[in-house]
């Protein structure tokens, strides 16, 4: 859990930073997040070192439509912040361990059906409040529960769901990042932050896994799941836990 306290205090530190930077201090904190992903990376297995350096580009390269392209949502200095390609990774990371901790594994099953109880009351209520409905929530929330019901790691997604909903609740209230009201092209509602973003990081999860399969380095067999539709371990979090970063 070294790895998990470090990442926290360092990303709460960084966007609180950055809500007040200016251009080279926010350039300068980009360049703090990849020494610090360096670093950790480094201690990881090398499996895992290229199942989060695939994540990380499958992330950026959402992240360039998202903001920069589509513009669902915009960064202050309305650009793709040095710091963030970083973070995706080390969040994975977090993840990926958090996942794999036996006190969850044994109780995988409680834990996705409360963390999914809690993602439908959060759709519901923003397809309720004002102004507009979050009908962005109402998608997002509709894919997280494919990942839950018949993806092969719900408690993987489960855990970067709520990791994710914490994270987007703290960038988006110093302002570090927000979200348009309105999809642009969609002419969609969506809140700021939207219920149930952490569902792409299900997405991306399923997507990395596929790209390091065809790349012929495939991850650790998974253990035979506790459920039809639940898995007690995260293939790629087997390494040694890293020291402190």
């Known amino acids: 859990m070294v790895l998990v306290a470090a990442f926290t205090a360092f ?17 300068a904190l980009g360049v703090a997040a990849w020494a610090f992903f360096a ?16 994540l990380v580009c499958v992330a950026t390269a959402l992240e360039v439509i998202g903001s920069i392209v589509w513009r ?30 036996p006190a969850l594994a044994e109780r995988s099953r409680p834990i996705v059906i409360a963390v999914t109880a809690a993602a439908t009351l959060w759709m519901a209520a923003g397809l309720v409040r004002p102004p507009l409905p979050d009908l962005l929530g109402l ?45 642009p092209g969609l002419m969609l509602p969506a809140g700021n932050p939207p219920a149930c973003i952490g569902a792409g990081y299900a997405a991306m999860d399923a997507l990395t896994r596929r790209i390091v399969a065809r790349l012929g380095r495939r991850p650790e067999p998974a253990p035979a799941p506790t459920s039809p539709r639940a898995t007690t371990a995260v293939p790629a979090a087997s390494g040694a836990e890293p020291g402190p970063r």
Do not use: K, N
């Open 11 to 27: 990303a709460a530190v960084i966007l609180a930073l950055d809500s007040r930077a200016t251009p080279l201090e926010h350039t």
């Open 39 to 54: 670093v950790v990376l480094r201690l990881q297995p090398r499996d895992v070192r290229i199942q989060v350096l695939v």
């Open 72 to 101: 669902a949502y915009t960064y202050r200095f309305e650009d793709l912040p040095l710091f963030v390609p970083a973070g995706h990774g080390l969040f994975y990371l977090c993840a990926l361990r958090v996942a794999s901790l």
């Open 139 to 183: 998608v997002v929330w509709a894919i997280f529960l494919r990942f839950i019901l018949r993806g092969r790691y719900p408690l993987l997604y489960a855990v970067s769901f709520v990791m994710t909903a914490g994270l987007e609740a703290y960038g988006t209230a110093f302002g570090v990042w927000r979200w348009a009201p309105v999809l």
